[in-house]
């Protein structure tokens, strides 16, 4: 999905919202344990009671991958089912924090992007920025997919080395102003986690119009309206992403009904913001 | 596999060769297409030639991943190989460069360790410092398991970010400093390009007796030589790989004897290095 096609979904749906499927089989409601693929069931009732409220999925791939083949499976079929039952109504992530040196990055490459050799078929993938250019450049020699490179995360060891100061730049800095250059505000995103928005105008000043990644609202104490503020841009500049919050809005089997209620909630935060 | 084992193993083979299993449908012998799982058949034939030669064996994520849940199929059928077959002889590495926040990180963990889970038990997988301590904490525990820290890389991109310097030092030196803290030189290793191995000397100066992984031997063009002048320690300290020189010494039907010819001129050559 090209830049123009995305920031038409967000206008049109109203909403920046990113709905991370970090899905965990001790964690999803029992009645749906008795199916066949229990992961790719509970992804599919999700995504259907919110496909209209979010504009993009997030599959965490960690959560696949402790399940084995069966994980990746169930992976495989949540990112065919969006493309096949959504064309062009979402912009999927497949968030992997990938990166390695570049033939092997090449083949990470065709892992989340060409179908016709990994049965999967993402709009963008998160990487690592530590083993630099070379690293990322094979994600971005396919027309119309995306990396999002981590800049500045949520978490709290973000402080061990993103904040690593030199002549009065800092690591993720540095980060940013470098790899702006490997592509373009077109197929380059960044994670700027919601619980350092406070340095998002820092940010802004050095990738004015490149989209974010924004994960850290919710469950990890991240405020939307803070980020909103210091973030947003004309052609909005924003993907915020919620998981648990949405998700796990109930164990019950009225969680699909809960998670578009949580979902319609941001929603509307999210419209008012834009306007 | 924990450290005196790993050490007694070297010691025992007069090797510190660790083989990439860097495996590509378009590279391998063409007689193997027509298996179930050529890619198998292919690793299981190189580390049934070199079992003996090798301390080590590192199957690179990537190559799985780009085939999909086929690829992912294959990846946990050569570790449950490698660990049914040479129980107690060979210590396995999960090159898949993980890292994210603490309760991603720790599905990760379970992906790479825990059999009941994933079906899959490596004895080491190589991690991104980028996101900090609490991104790869979850890893450490595991009893008897490794986290293999990315230092000091073999690739162009390293320049990007690694070298970025602060109060006389560089972003890997700070990564060695403060990770050596998140565990213990028998729970942690780091990978260290020999592409850089003028760079050992200041690195064991920071950590003396944590083990190496370095890659870049070969194709890349990393020497031995250099490496072991700079790296040795008493106990070994140093697990080299090589990927594609060995396992693609021959395209024809003695691709795994001509595998173990070039295994044994690494390990002939690591064994004159180890007296």
């Known amino acids: 999905m090209d830049r123009?096609?995305?920031?038409?979904?967000?206008?049109?749906?109203?909403?920046?919202?990113?709905?991370?499927?970090?899905?965990?089989?001790?964690?999803?409601?029992?009645?749906?344990?008795?199916?066949?693929?229990?992961?790719?069931?509970?992804?599919?009732?999700?995504?259907?009671?919110?496909?209209d409220l979010a504009v993009a999925y997030k599959p965490n791939f960690a959560f696949y991958e402790c399940n084995g083949t069966r994980g990746w499976q169930s992976l495989t079929k949540t990112i065919q089912y969006i493309n096949e039952t959504y064309?062009?109504?979402l912009f999927s992530i497949a968030d992997a924090k990938r990166g390695d040196i570049g033939n092997t990055s090449q083949q990470y490459a065709r892992a989340m992007f060409d179908p016709t050799s990994s049965g999967m078929a993402?709009?963008?993938?998160?990487?690592?920025?530590?083993?630099?250019?070379?690293?990322?450049?094979?994600?971005?020699?396919?027309?119309?997919?995306?990396?999002?490179?981590?800049?500045?995360?949520?978490?709290?060891?973000?402080?061990?080395f993103q904040f690593f100061t030199a002549g009065g730049s800092r690591l993720f800095e540095q980060v940013l102003s470098k790899s702006q250059h490997w592509g373009g505000n077109d197929n380059m995103m960044y994670v700027v986690g919601a619980t350092k928005a406070e340095m998002l105008a820092a940010i802004r000043k050095i990738i004015p119009g490149h989209f974010l990644l924004v994960p850290g609202v919710g469950a990890q104490g991240g405020s939307l309206a803070e980020v909103a503020k210091y973030g947003?841009?004309?052609?909005?500049?924003?993907?915020?992403?919620?998981?648990?919050?949405?998700?796990?809005?109930?164990?019950?089997?009225?969680?699909a009904e809960k998670a578009r209620e949580e979902a319609k909630k941001m929603q509307q935060e999210m419209e008012a913001l834009l306007k």
């Not at 109203?14 to 693929?37: A, Y």
């Open 122 to 160: 993402f709009d963008a993938v998160t990487v690592a920025p530590y083993m630099g250019e070379d690293s990322v450049k094979p994600f971005l020699s396919y027309p119309g997919k995306w990396i999002i490179v981590l800049a500045l995360t949520s978490n709290k060891g973000a402080e061990d």
């Open 87 to 89: 064309p062009g109504q």
């Open 4 to 51: 123009s096609a995305l920031i038409d979904l967000i206008f049109r749906k109203k909403s920046f919202l990113c709905i991370g499927l970090d899905t965990d089989l001790t964690k999803i409601p029992k009645h749906l344990l008795v199916h066949d693929d229990p992961a790719f069931e509970f992804n599919k009732a999700i995504i259907d009671a919110t496909y």
């Open 232 to 255: 947003l841009t004309k052609d909005c500049g924003l993907i915020v992403n919620s998981s648990r919050n949405i998700i796990y809005a109930s164990p019950g089997v009225d969680f």
